[in-house]
């Protein structure tokens, strides 16, 4: 979503005509991620507005993307680096990145024009699952698995504990609830591994599998239910 005065995204949301909405807005009836709207405000990606409590959406499809980042591929905005998804792919839409994934990392990134949907699945306290297969640059032992498992501090805090399978000799599986930046790689690092490999498969219940590396197709009917549903959407 473009960045829009208040007045107007209220207006194409079909709840009133801009003159009522500057009513609306001078009555304390609107608010902006929990703030009261002030006349001139802004609504922006993944801001959420409300009228008499209840959530306010732009009048435009929603759409949602699944991505397979290749390595390389920058998520970053259009026209801010040379490598960012946005100069390789054409999307019909105008869509944002759900999390990101790091140049040198592959795999599933979702996107989409839903801020709402977009803020839920990256907070932390929500605890949705992101899948992904790694390999290291030498052996596995328990307690690598042991110590991964656990919480372990990076970025002056300590991660969630985590699930994490070794599946062999160099190579793991881990499932996060929590996005801190570069976290597995850190993780490793704190153990005194390297990631030499590293693709994301999962998030919450929408899979990699068959995408081709720098391609993407829409979620089917039934998987974007299933994710709405899990972020509690009603």
Known sequence: MEEKRINKFLSDSGVCSRRQADVLIANGEIT???????????????????????????????????YNKPIGQVCTAKGADKDSIFEYVEFPERVYYVGRLDKDSQGLLLLTNDGELANSIQKSRNNHEKEYNVRVNKDITEEFIQGMRGEVPILDTVTKKCKVQKTGTRTFKIILTQGLNRQIRRMCDYFDYKVVHLKRIRVM??????????????????????????????
Do not use: C, H, W
């Open 32 to 66: 902006i991620n929990g703030e009261l709207a002030v006349q001139g405000s802004k609504v922006s990606f993944g801001d959420i507005v409300k009228y008499k409590g209840k959530v306010i959406k732009d009048n435009v499809k929603t759409v949602i993307y699944a």
């Open 205 to 234: 219940n929408i899979k990699l599998e068959n995408i081709r590396p720098g391609t993407y197709r829409k979620l089917t009917f039934e998987e974007e239910k299933k994710l709405r549903e899990m972020i509690g959407e009603k």
